[in-house]
């Protein structure tokens, strides 16, 4: 008997990585997607031959469609059990200076990307019975000052994610969000590309995105190990009755509690108090 297969996107690095390890170790097949070929034959190399590289940009359609109709072929008639959108980048900055064109990327990629991948791997999702697994973020439920486009494009996620479970109730596939708070990965030296903090220098927001630079670093250090996401990916992949989301901070209290049900003019006020937004008011 074949193992169950299931497919990642962004399996170069991070949590697609580690989940695509995790879900080899524990029986399963994996389809994974890169954007270089060599990135493929490495982890190939480091996976084994249970490690399916596919090669497509997530916001490339006809790449995409390429590579269902490859998956289709491999599977030789069996379906596909999960489906993990994982890919994603994250952009930061002052929403009063962000180029629209590092917006419009954002919500490409972690948003208008996820649905172009599902469209093209629903048909070879099991019926009933497929899961597909969105990699969300506390900040799809919370948007701190400069995360707006990452905030953005994960609060559109979530809304899609919550819509789609509900139209494919018919097909008994179901739609499940994990929302990880910071999580050890190279995120954002990857994203460097449009984090300029140089581009701001000039403007108010010079002060407060040093003191939002600096508790980055923190917690990107102290972030969560990606093995707690690759758990949580198969709990979602196998346990009878899933969650709708399954939320990770980094802290119960102030990561998820406190900034969801304290007032917002109150979490406005501390938010602002520790990034230098409030003089001394
Ligand atoms: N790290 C965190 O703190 C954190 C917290 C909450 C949620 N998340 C979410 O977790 C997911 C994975 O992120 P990560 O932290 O593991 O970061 P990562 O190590 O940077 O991995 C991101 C993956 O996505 C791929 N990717 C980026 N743009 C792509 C595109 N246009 N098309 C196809 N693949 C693309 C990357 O490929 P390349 O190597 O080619 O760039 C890489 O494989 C993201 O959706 C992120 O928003 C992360």
């Not at 299931?6 to 949590?15: A, E, F, K, P």
């Not at 390890?21 to 954007?35: D, E, K, M, Q, W």
């Not at 407060?208 to 949580?232: N, R, W």
Request: aromatic share 8%.
């Amino acid at each position: 008997m074949t193992n169950p297969s299931v497919l990642i996107t962004g399996t170069s690095s991070g949590i697609g990585y580690d989940a695509s390890r995790y879900l080899i170790a524990s029986g399963y097949r994996v389809f994974g997607s890169l954007r270089k070929a060599a990135d493929g034959e490495r982890v190939r190399q480091e996976l084994g031959e249970q490690f399916n590289p596919l090669i497509f940009d997530v916001t490339d359609e006809a790449a995409i469609r390429q590579a269902a109709e490859t998956v289709k072929e491999r599977l030789k008639g069996q379906p596909l059990h999960g489906l993990v959108n994982n890919a994603g980048i994250a952009v930061a900055g002052p929403l009063e200076h962000l180029p629209l064109a590092d917006l419009r990327q954002q919500f490409e990629v972690n948003t208008i990307g996820v649905v172009g991948v599902t469209q093209a791997f629903l048909p070879l999702l099991a019926q009933p019975g497929g899961r597909i697994i969105n990699i969300s973020s506390v900040s799809g439920k919370i948007a701190f000052p400069f995360f707006g486009p990452y905030a953005g494009s994960k609060f559109a996620l979530e809304a899609i994610s919550a819509s789609w479970r509900r139209e494919l109730l018919l097909r008994g596939i179901d739609v499940i969000i994990i929302g990880p708070g910071s999580v050890k990965t190279p995120i954002w030296e990857k994203a460097a590309e449009h984090n300029v903090p140089s581009r701001y220098q000039d403007t108010i927001y010079r002060e407060a995105l040093e003191a939002l630079g600096e508790t980055v670093t923190q917690s990107a250090a102290s972030g969560m190990p990606v093995e707690i996401i690759s758990k949580t990916i198969l709990k979602a992949l196998t346990v009878k009755r899933p969650k709708t989301r399954y939320a990770l901070p980094n802290s119960w209290l102030s990561g998820w509690l406190a900034p969801l049900y304290l007032p917002a003019r109150l979490i406005d006020r501390v938010v602002g108090k520790s990034l230098k937004l409030i003089n001394g008011q």
